[in-house]
């Protein structure tokens, strides 16, 4: 599969850096979120831009922050001029945005190896077509975490990357001896770039925690569990232990030259039968787009930026991230920046940095 898409990715990638200029200041979080978007909608979802405009990603995107802000969550209840409320309607008109989406590309044959096509060509057992108000739940879940969490997890790379020089550099030099425009194939093959983006979801991994309810009784090490409990782990805490990862909050990705960690010890793509299915798609998406931007672009976050944590479908920087753009001459150095992230990431600074808050 990658075969085929590599090269629409590719184009998607190209696209989304075309406006870039040396000396913009960007917010590095909304162009590579654009630009997983715009891979999802096309290649997972088979949609164009008429079909699905970037107005749809804004609505998303809103609806999305709306579920997850506190004043929405601290009263969920459907009453009058309430953020709940609020927030419902919201999430109505985008639940009938696309089911007009879906309604438009049953209507056109629904045919393509994409998911949404799968997804429409669902039958029940005495073969009718699954009503679409059944099955919208579920496309809008799948489109919101395909993108957002590949393009968290784009972001923080880049961003792991402008802290730590050191690595770039050694990235650089593995890139360099690939030429301009290497193939998927070459790059899987890359044991830097692999380490780099390892170390990068251990240590800001996109899913930070995830929940179960438990089905029947059972016992957890010295805990006994009854049935309908529910139970939250957390990959995020699991990445962090220092008995698993020496000096776990610092960015090393030398450190997967020596260590084998079990499925349950490292799983930014989850584990067990519920392990995530697009996880081929997302490293595909991530190593093109790092491969692509590196070699070109010299990222370095805008000095004295406050970086810290937002939790919404999953982990990325609250209110983007502000970086300013050069040539790439490899001529690096980190930004001083403060804010919670370096409470997750042990970054070497040049100095005490002002505290400044950079809106995005
Ligand atoms: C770097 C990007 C991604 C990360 C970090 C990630 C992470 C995860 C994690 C941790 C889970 C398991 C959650 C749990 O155990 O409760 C999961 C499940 C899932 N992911 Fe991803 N994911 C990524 C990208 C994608 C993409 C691109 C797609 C779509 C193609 C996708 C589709 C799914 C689906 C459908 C499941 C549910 C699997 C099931 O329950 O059977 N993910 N993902």
Not at 256 to 265: K, L, M, N, S, Y
Request: a neutral charge.
């Amino acid at each position: 599969m990658m075969n085929v898409h590599q090269f629409a990715i590719r184009a998607h990638i190209q696209r989304a850096v075309a406006p870039w200029a040396a000396g913009q200041v960007r917010d590095l979080h909304r162009d590579v979120h654009l630009m997983v978007w715009n891979v999802v909608r096309d290649l997972l979802y088979g949609l164009d831009e008429s079909a699905a405009s970037e107005s749809l990603h804004e609505d998303m995107e809103h609806w999305m922050f709306q579920t997850f802000a506190p004043r929405v969550r601290a009263f969920p209840v459907n009453l009058p001029f309430t953020p709940y409320r609020r927030m419902l309607k919201d999430a109505a008109k985008l639940e009938q945005r696309f089911l007009d989406i879906m309604r438009a590309r049953r209507a056109a044959g629904a045919s393509g190896t994409d998911a949404l096509a799968a997804l429409l060509r669902f039958t029940t057992r005495d073969g009718q077509e699954v009503p679409l108000e059944e099955i919208v739940g579920h496309a809008l879940t799948l489109f919101l975490v395909a993108y957002e969490t590949t393009g968290n997890t784009l972001n923080w790379t880049l961003f792991l990357l402008s802290q730590f020089p050191g690595v770039q550099q050694n990235l650089l030099d593995e890139l360099a001896a690939l030429g301009s425009n290497p193939s998927y194939e070459e790059l899987d093959q890359l044991p830097y770039l692999t380490r780099v983006l390892k170390e990068s979801m251990r240590l800001l991994p996109a899913v930070p925690y995830s929940r179960r309810l438990t089905s029947r009784d059972g016992t957890l090490g010295k805990y006994a569990i009854p049935k309908k409990t529910r139970v939250i782990f957390s990959h995020y805490m699991t990445h962090h232990m220092p008995e698993l990862y020496p000096n776990p909050e610092r960015f090393d990705p030398a450190r997967w030259e020596t260590i084998r960690p079990t499925p349950a010890e490292y799983l930014p793509f989850g584990a067990g039968p519920r392990t995530c299915l697009g996880s081929s798609l997302a490293q595909c998406i991530i190593k093109l787009a790092v491969a692509h931007i590196l070699p070109r672009w010299k990222i370095n976050v805008v000095p004295n930026s406050v970086v810290d944590r937002h939790m919404g479908i999953s982990l990325g920087p609250r209110g983007g991230l502000p970086v300013v753009l050069a040539a790439q001459d490899r001529d690096l150095h980190a930004s001083p920046i403060t804010g919670n992230i370096r409470d997750m990431v042990d970054i070497d600074q040049p100095g005490p940095a002002e505290r400044v808050r950079v809106a995005a």
